[in-house]
């Protein structure tokens, strides 16, 4: 879109110049011949002499000059040039001002440790089309033989929530430092992230309510991933990749396909997809789905077992490369839980000295990863058919329910091979597999006891006498050998 609108501007421009008849602007400081029209043979002496005088008295120096000031007894041969130079010329070839040019040695050289010519990106507003953009590419190619920039992104402007520009008349005029004193300076780079800005950028006071939203479903996520892995070392209690528990190790590859999504967009400097993403591997991936499920294990078993130990391995590669996703955008957040990730720990001096996090996968991903997608899909059709139980008033949470499938064929030995942990995955209480033509799920209220520690409905509630609200899993965890996961 940016390359179309800039060549229609270069290729039908009537309006563009160089210089015009104004008396502002970078004054053309020639003295021109009356009757030839030629400059002065002695120009470049005479433009030494003016810009010294301007160093001394300022710009409007060259408007007190007279031809007979410098010229003596040629003086009324000569007249002094009114033109100036566009305000876009002037702006416009700071690319060899600035940045050196790729010929001039002496300046490249003084700047080489900081810039570089071409210029990795010029960045303005849609306007320039017709001006910086515009002037920096003639310019540079009449110099040079290319353009002065390696890219070139343009973005819109800020208009209120019924796409009006910002007017103080108008009373629609929102103030950055307001937002930044208000509801932090976050929220103002995340919606300026969120938004895309090809077009005009939209915002509102109802518009920023979203944003606060969006940023506390990130925040709470990183709340909750930082909280169950503060009692965790990578140094001493990480579990061998290839060795976590099935979901754990899809987690990881569900992250490790969100992060490589998301780099790609900001290869393109495409930011608001990466929000859009960010919010919803925070919200669905993580939130409603491995999180939700992971929770049972993180509290119930024991702090020490290879289960809770397998979970916390992928939370602390999930937590490492969600932060670093979100640094460029969300930029003091992850400082703040980089800070707090390594708290009273080694630490390193701040997440922005880091590269974007390498996440490790079993060597079985691809396979494993298409397996739990199914699991997934069937897991979303089961919760539907709990919500219509709960719609009905007969149950309270999920795990007062008890689940049959009905599967045949792959569904059938994909859920066959989670055994028992077929329960965790669909958060329920008991669930029993059948084989049935078609898949087909029967939710009914369970009949058990409900155990005081980990919520869950089962029938040897009350067995034991000295802990007769607990189930027998929860004892074996808090007395016993613990239980074991495979699974999830």
Not at 42 to 50: A, D, G, K, N, Q
Not at 309 to 323: G, P
Request: net charge negative.
């Amino acid at each position: 879109w940016g390359r179309a609108r800039l060549h229609a501007m270069i290729a039908n421009r009537p309006d563009w110049t160089l210089s015009r008849q104004r008396q502002w602007g970078v004054p053309m400081a020639f003295f021109v011949h009356k009757e030839t029209g030629e400059l002065h043979p002695r120009t470049p002496e005479l433009i030494e002499l003016i810009a010294q005088r301007i160093e001394k008295e300022g710009i409007e120096a060259w408007q007190n000059i007279e031809p007979a000031d410098l010229l003596g007894s040629e003086a009324d041969q000569y007249e002094k040039n009114t033109d100036t130079l566009d305000v876009w010329f002037d702006s416009g070839t700071t690319h060899a001002t600035v940045l050196g040019g790729n010929n001039d040695p002496h300046i490249k050289g003084s700047h080489a440790s900081e810039l570089a010519w071409p210029a990795d990106l010029y960045l303005e507003g849609s306007d320039q089309h017709r001006g910086w953009f515009h002037s920096s590419l003639l310019t540079g190619c009449m110099m040079y033989g290319r353009a002065p920039y390696k890219a070139l992104l343009t973005h819109g402007f800020v208009v209120d929530g019924k796409g009006r520009k910002m007017s103080k008349s108008v009373g629609n005029v929102i103030v950055p430092q307001t937002i930044a004193d208000t509801l932090g300076a976050e929220i103002l780079r995340l919606w300026t992230a969120a938004t895309d800005y090809s077009g005009e950028l939209s915002i509102s006071d109802e518009i920023l309510k979203r944003v606060v939203e969006a940023y506390r479903r990130i925040r709470n996520t990183l709340k909750f991933l930082l909280g169950n892995i503060a009692d965790f070392d990578i140094e001493k209690n990480a579990i061998p990749i290839d060795r976590l528990l099935e979901i754990d190790r899809y987690a990881l590859g569900m992250t490790a396909q969100m992060q490589e999504q998301a780099l790609e967009h900001y290869m393109n400097y495409e930011f608001h997809p990466i929000v859009s993403r960010l919010q919803t591997f925070c919200s669905e991936d993580l939130g409603a789905f491995y999180l939700d499920i992971l929770k049972d294990r993180l509290y119930t078993t024991k702090p020490d077992s290879y289960a809770r130990r397998s979970a916390q391995t992928a939370l602390y590669h999930i937590t490492r490369a969600l932060l670093k996703l979100m640094a460029p955008i969300l930029s003091f957040t992850a400082e703040e839980a980089w800070k707090d990730l390594y708290l009273g720990k080694a630490q390193p001096l701040t997440i922005f000295t880091e590269t974007f996090h390498t996440i490790p996968l079993a060597r079985d991903n691809a396979p494993l990863m298409a397996q739990w997608e199914r699991i997934r899909e069937i897991r979303a059709e089961v919760m539907r058919q709990i919500e219509l139980v709960r719609s009905a008033g007969k149950i309270g949470s999920s795990l007062a329910a008890e689940v049959d499938i009905y599967a045949q064929g792959e569904d059938y030995a994909l859920l066959a091979q989670l055994a028992d942990d077929l329960r965790f995955a669909l958060l329920v209480s008991r669930a029993t597999l059948h084989s049935g033509d078609e898949l087909r799920i029967e939710v009914t209220p369970t009949e058990a006891e409900k155990c005081d520690r980990c919520w869950h409905h089962s029938s040897d509630v009350g067995t034991n006498e000295q802990h007769p609200s607990l189930c027998g899993r929860c004892i074996s965890n808090l007395e016993g050998t613990g239980e074991v996961r495979e699974h999830a």
